[in-house]
């Protein structure tokens, strides 16, 4: 029989590629790298999909709990326990490049515009360590993908994504990536995690790190890569 350590409950949001729901499966690149990390370090992992607060809660207050795809950065850095990385790309502010005014090119700029979050999300705390206030130059919504729409109309100057995400994003409202452009870099923010509860013993993060680590060097982690960002 496992004992309460071998088995986990994995919390992730909506994100495609890296997470999503799938005939009432949840799947997506980072959650089956996640999935057969699980698979070979022997550790029964339930997955669960929410909004990204509940996500985020939900893994504080669950002692044998996870959360992915986490930035890890100086922010969180002693909330929780790593293993990683898991796959990710650079975050960056997207303009419309139909807009008439001068792109923001410096946070500094872009403090005289309206930036889309998501409410609890780490580019929220980051930009508001950096100055920038809710309901002033921050707009938040529940989730990332909430803020396309209102950026594409407008309603929003600048929206935080990756380049794998956003073209999904943009392909989902009948957009292409042409339309927007990079214009200030967030990949000093972190990359993605899988974050683990403190509560968790420490021995089941080193098995998971050993797993990740061998899907790495046996190419399964590429395979999935290509399987998911390729189609």
């Known amino acids: ?7 986990l409950t994995l919390y992730t949001e909506h994100f495609p590629p890296y997470s999503f729901e799938q005939n009432k499966q949840v799947t997506g690149l980072n959650t089956e790298i996640v ?6 370090a022997k550790i029964t992992c339930e997955f669960q999909l929410l909004p990204w607060l509940r996500a985020y809660e939900a893994a504080q207050k669950d002692s044998n709990s996870g959360l992915f795809s986490t930035s890890r950065n100086p922010l969180r850095e ?14 960056q502010m997207y303009w419309l490049k139909s807009r008439s005014e001068q792109a923001p090119r410096s946070l500094k ?6 930036v889309a979050v998501a409410r609890g999300d780490v580019y929220e705390l980051y930009l508001q ?5 809710v309901d002033v ?17 407008g309603k929003v100057d600048l929206l935080i994504a990756s380049e794998l995400i956003l073209p999904v994003w943009l392909g989902q409202h009948q957009h292409s990536a042409d339309a927007v452009e990079p214009v200030i870099d967030l990949s000093q923010v972190g990359n993605n995690y899988l974050a683990l509860n403190l ?9 998971l790190q050993a ?19 390729n189609h």
Do not use: Y
């Open 1 to 7: 029989m496992q004992s309460k350590a071998d088995t």
């Open 35 to 40: 999935r057969r990390s699980c698979e070979l």
């Open 78 to 91: 002693n909330i929780f326990q790593w293993v990683g990385p898991l796959a990710h790309s650079n975050a």
């Open 109 to 114: 700029e872009a403090k005289k515009f309206i």
């Open 129 to 133: 360590s950096q100055g920038f206030e």
């Open 137 to 153: 130059n921050l707009l938040r919504f529940n989730s990332k993908s909430d803020a396309v729409l209102p950026f594409l109309h």
């Open 199 to 207: 509560a968790v013993p420490p021995e089941t993060r080193v098995r």
């Open 211 to 229: 797993a990740l680590d061998e899907l790495r060097s046996n190419g399964e982690f590429q395979q999935l890569s290509n399987r998911f960002l």
